[in-house]
């Protein structure tokens, strides 16, 4: 069986639909149920499954305690540094807050900045993992809403611009 996510071969394909902690009838079918949040904790599971183990409580090297407070680079295949205060963010990294990283780790992300930032942490690694492959559930998640807007369209009433 190919691979629900990026065509290759899936060792488990079934687990992947339950990665979300949410019945996959409640995200297709609930418009106003915010998807930004599952797809993010879907990811950081995806990663995990491929064997990507984020380290998302410590620094990268020193170990020290992430500190919700604080700014750190988020570096592929070596984890979370301190940031610093000026300065561009390298190609191989994503700028965020100590309180996204942590967040993340919680399965809490419940304020548009933290989505935001987990949402770059994510694509930078998922891109880094499948060399450049586009996800499937990009593409999908496109088509959900093609087939929101589609569905909204056909169910308004015709005489209502008259």
């Known amino acids: 069986m190919g691979c629900f996510i990026c065509g290759g071969r899936w060792r488990r394909p079934v687990e992947v639909f339950n990665f979300s902690g949410e019945p ?3 995200v297709v079918s609930d418009t106003s149920f915010a998807i ?3 797809l993010r904790r879907f990811e950081l599971r995806l990663l995990q499954e491929l ?3 984020l380290e998302l409580t410590q620094e990268a090297g020193s170990q020290a305690p992430i500190v919700a ?3 750190y680079l988020y570096v592929v295949e070596r984890g979370a540094v301190p940031a610093p205060r000026e300065g561009e963010t390298p190609a191989n990294a994503v700028r965020l807050s100590g309180l996204t990283l942590l967040a993340l780790d919680r399965g809490h992300l419940e304020d548009a900045a933290t989505v935001a930032q987990a949402k770059s942490l994510m ?3 998922i891109n ?3 060399n450049g492959q586009e996800l499937a559930t990009r593409a999908m998640v496109r088509d959900l809403q093609r087939l ?3 569905s909204a369209s056909l169910t308004s009433d015709p005489n209502e611009n008259r």
Do not use: F, Q, V
């Open 36 to 38: 930004e949040p599952i």
């Open 69 to 71: 407070e604080h700014e």
């Open 24 to 26: 996959a009838g409640k």
């Open 128 to 130: 880094h993992s499948l």
């Open 148 to 150: 929101e807007d589609t």
């Open 123 to 125: 694509r930078l690694l």
């Open 51 to 53: 064997g990507y183990a």
